[in-house]
């Protein structure tokens, strides 16, 4: 059973950045898919970010392109979200989530459909 924990969230002033960090366990990563999926308050839930598994594919919300960076670390276990020049807009829970290899990043994020996720940190950006 693969179990992800995320951590790294926090409150943080418009422009600022933080980085999310997902640990797996349980089972590799190494063939799944990977994402970022949050949840804003009285919102629905949507894909933030997805990684493939092998060829390096992603896929970014276009609210987040340009500010937000995914990355995988099989070795380790990883999955990690680089968030900068926060907006307001970003405050959310984040969840972080896996996906079989047998759909694209673009399915994982947009339907979005995955067969993990995680508890869920909060990331508060705040004046």
């Known amino acids: 059973q693969l179990e992800l924990v995320e951590s790294g969230g926090g409150l943080v002033q418009p422009g600022g950045s933080l980085r999310l960090s997902c640990a797996a366990s349980g089972v590799p990563l190494t063939n799944y898919l990977v994402g970022w999926i949050r949840q804003a308050p009285g919102k629905e839930r949507e894909g933030v970010s997805c990684l493939s598994s092998s060829d390096g594919s992603s896929y970014y919300h276009d609210s987040v392109k340009g500010r937000f960076t995914i990355s995988r670390d099989n070795a380790k276990n990883m999955v990690y979200l680089q968030m900068n020049s926060l907006k307001l807009e970003d405050t959310a829970v984040y969840y972080c989530?896996?996906?079989?290899?047998?759909?694209?990043?673009?399915?994982?994020?947009?339907?979005?459909?995955?067969?993990?996720w995680g508890q869920g940190i909060e990331v508060t950006v705040s004046t």
């Open positions: 989530a896996a996906a079989p290899a047998v759909v694209t990043v673009e399915a994982m994020c947009v339907m979005p459909v995955y067969d993990y």
